[in-house]
């Protein structure tokens, strides 16, 4: 900014591309404006380190910013304030921003925040319901509870993660692409099956359209070597994360997302898988559909904690392909205990306050954000 009106603008648009600083001083050069005297507004802490990229204090003193207003610190180890204390070193002012405009940027930056504090990517719950709190709709039926506008939504939420993530009961209910069908999509994001058995079909929809994103299986040790390696041979990446307990392998799995720089995880469901994310305390945000609709049918398949289905595939497990897995409400009560060698959560039910919400209305759904932790 100079006397008032910006002479450029820049963001960082994803890993390995020019940082923000560098993308406005790019921006400030296209406009024919020279950036030297001028005052520069940074979400985040200028960094400077090599990395990917270049230091970004390099380029802001090589220009001769006299000024640099920081909206938000920068938590890495590699960062802890030595960007502003060089910028301040070559002469340039520096400032940080307090009040609204500095949680605003904090809450902007919390996928990266999170991942620089812990290495862990940033969770966000998905979850559509019906009035009579049912997650789940009846075989045969579309799986899309909310309307249309809200799946709309859904896909620019997909297209803005750096992986989506579901259950692989949810795989055997919906057959589901996972893929971000936005206009404006650039890149899809990363699709991740908890899958600890490694039975992912090999002619579901995920496999078949590896050509449009990768594939990511969270199996654990015991998983049929025979079904991993039909798996890796058929392109998709197996990733294997330990523990004694679903939500331990939910750390595992994260952590190894994270070392991937996953910074941003969607979590589709179902609700077992969100259940065992909720025991793991990895929720830190949640987006809620409500639709207005009465779905019925036996409340246990969809319960909070999300014991439910009972599904047991084809011997060979993924080498058994083409049989369709029949439904939670199709099954048997006997049935519908956790199986399959996984473990229903052992612990009682979670509980967790949020730290904030909102609700909004998007078509005839009402949708509730609520943000749990804050990084
Ligand atoms: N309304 C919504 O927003 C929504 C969203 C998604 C799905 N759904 C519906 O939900 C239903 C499926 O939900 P669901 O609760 O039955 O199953 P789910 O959450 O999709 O999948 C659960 C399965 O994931 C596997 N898994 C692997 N690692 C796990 C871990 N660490 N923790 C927990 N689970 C792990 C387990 O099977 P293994 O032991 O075999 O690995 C477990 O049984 C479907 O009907 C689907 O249409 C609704």
């Known amino acids: 900014m100079r006397d008032g009106g910006v002479i450029g603008e820049g963001f960082h648009t994803e890993l390995g591309d020019l940082h923000a600083e560098r993308a406005a001083l790019a921006d400030c050069r296209e406009r024919g404006e020279d950036p030297a005297g001028a005052t520069m507004y940074v979400t985040l802490e200028p960094c400077a380190h090599e990395g990917r990229q270049p230091p970004c204090v390099e380029a802001i003193l090589e220009a001769g910013i006299a000024r640099v207003v920081i909206a938000s610190e920068d938590p890495s180890e590699k960062a802890s304030g030595r960007g502003p204390g060089i910028l301040r070193d070559g002469g340039v002012e520096v400032e940080f921003a307090a009040g609204e405009e500095a949680t605003a940027a904090r809450l902007l930056n919390q996928p990266f925040r999170k991942h620089a504090r812990t290495g862990l990517p940033l969770v966000v719950l998905k979850l559509a319901m019906s009035l009579d709190g049912r997650t789940a709709t009846s075989p045969g039926d579309s799986p899309w509870i909310s309307g249309e506008a809200s799946r709309d939504l859904v896909h620019r939420w997909r297209a803005e993660s750096d992986a989506v993530a579901v259950g692989i009961r949810t795989v055997f209910a919906d057959d589901p692409l996972l893929t971000a069908r936005d206009p404006d999509t650039a890149r899809q994001p990363v699709r991740v099956v908890f899958d600890s058995q490694a039975r992912l079909p090999l002619d579901s929809q995920l496999m078949r359209t590896l050509d449009q994103s990768p594939v990511l299986v969270v199996v654990s040790p ?37 070392r991937r720089n996953i910074t941003r995880l969607f979590l589709e469901g179902g609700r077992t898988l969100a259940a065992a994310f909720l025991d793991a305390d990895q929720i830190d945000e949640s987006r809620t559909f409500i639709a207005p609709v009465l779905l019925g049918g036996d409340p246990a398949a969809t319960r909070a904690g999300g014991v439910g289905v009972g599904w047991t595939p084809p011997p060979g497990g993924c080498g058994g392909q083409g049989s369709n897995p029949p439904d939670a409400m199709s099954l048997r009560p006997e049935q519908r205990a956790g199986q399959g060698g996984h473990p229903t959560p052992t612990t009682g039910p979670a509980r967790l306050s949020a730290l904030s919400s909102r609700s909004e209305t998007v078509g005839d759904d009402l949708l509730i954000t609520a943000r749990f932790k804050e990084w």
């Open 222 to 258: 015991e998983a049929d070597p025979a079904n991993t390696i039909a798996l890796r041979e058929a392109g998709a990446e197996v990733v294997v994360a330990g523990g004694s307990t679903p939500s331990d392998r939910i750390q595992a799995a994260l952590s190894d997302l994270g």
